[in-house]
């Protein structure tokens, strides 16, 4: 059972270039979501997935897109790089929706955009 | 929106010394509350939670109880560790429109001296 998985784990891009970061679960959690984290600012909720077939945004998602084709995977694509978007990425899953579950997350990806 | 607010950082104490890192909430409905760990260089992961009010959360010598008279979750530990030093969030969970968000706090580096 590798819980959430995440790849890569760093990535450096330039201005404009676009990429997929990758986020995988293997414990059959409907629920998933993107967060990314800034120094001093926490985690903010990028997009999220109730499940396959349905995302929806969260509190920063532009600049981001999502897709959830199967209960497994959730990756995330930022289409064109810019600066603002060098931060720490966090894919997390949870097994319910209801507000009182645990999410679990991945290790992360940090990202650099020059 | 909800939101969380916790203790500037960063938090520096000898072994053994007794540890309170502070959380405020504002939310409207009946959250869950929640404090995550983040050890360097790697992901969150749960160290406590409490669903309802005068719940008491603990985990690995760390309690917080959800007050919500005061609208504060305060982590507690008698005693710290050196093996302690690492990043700690405040969060809330609450449903909105049918998904369950984390709202997080900025995040309280600790770092405990031997």
């Known amino acids: 059972n590798a819980g959430v998985t995440q790849t890569p784990k760093f990535q450096v891009l330039k201005t404009g270039q676009s990429m997929t970061l990758q986020c995988a679960q293997d414990?059959?959690?409907?629920?998933m979501s993107w967060y990314r984290q800034d120094p001093g600012m926490g985690l903010r909720l990028i997009h999220y997935s109730v499940g396959a077939g349905i995302t929806d945004q969260g509190e920063v998602p532009n600049g981001y897109n999502v897709s959830r084709s199967t209960t497994e995977d959730f990756p995330l694509r930022l289409l064109s790089a810019a600066p603002s978007q060098t931060s720490v990425y966090f894919c997390?899953?949870?097994?319910?929706?209801?507000?009182?579950?645990?999410?679990?997350f991945g290790p992360g990806t940090r990202l650099t955009v020059t | 929106g909800d939101s969380v607010t916790q203790m500037e950082g960063p938090v520096t104490l000898s072994e053994e010394a007794f540890l309170t890192i502070n959380c405020t909430y504002t939310a409207t409905g009946y959250p869950s509350l929640f404090w995550y760990v983040q050890y360097p260089g790697e992901g969150l992961q749960l160290l406590l939670k409490?669903?309802?009010?005068?719940d008491k959360g603990s985990n690995k010598g760390f309690e917080a109880t959800y007050r919500k008279e005061t609208t504060s979750f305060h982590l507690e530990k008698g005693s710290v560790q050196v093996s302690d030093s690492a990043v700690y969030f405040c969060a809330l969970s609450s449903l909105i429109q049918g998904a369950q968000k984390l709202v997080f706090g900025q995040g309280t580096r600790l770092t405990i001296n031997p």
């Open positions: 414990m059959n959690h409907e629920y």
């Open positions: 997390a899953s949870s097994y319910d929706e209801g507000s009182s579950y645990e999410q679990y």
């Open positions: 409490a669903t309802k009010a005068d």
